[in-house]
């Protein structure tokens, strides 16, 4: 890891890795997370797929109902982040294609 996390950021990373069915994993994110955040987490990624699909913001504000602001965040974390999205996005077309 480049990035400096912190002890806890480390731990939570971790505690994600360790998480091996669908079924853990939203056992966990309910745990974890509110119900608001959980839907804004899931809007991200949902936007991030659109995005990666050619759609425009016009287009990803009507079908999600997000905002004009979190899709230039997330098309600025696709553009410019860490690779997060598209490591999940990549998987997730492999997944399809099976």
């Not at 804004?40 to 949902?46: C, K, M, V």
């Not at 905002?67 to 598209?86: D, E």
Request: with cysteine.
């Amino acid at each position: 890891m480049e990035k400096r996390y912190s002890e806890a950021e480390i731990k939570l990373f971790e505690a994600v890795t360790r998480l091996n069915t669908v079924e853990e994993c939203a056992a966990f994110f309910e745990d974890i997370c509110t119900i608001k955040e959980l839907q804004d987490i899931s809007q991200r990624l949902e936007v991030a797929e659109m995005l990666n699909n050619g759609k425009n913001y016009q287009e990803i504000s009507k079908e999600t109902g997000a905002s004009t602001a979190t899709i230039c965040r997330v098309n600025k974390c696709l553009v410019y982040g860490s690779g997060g999205y598209r490591s999940v996005l990549g998987d997730a077309q492999k997944e399809a294609k099976k």
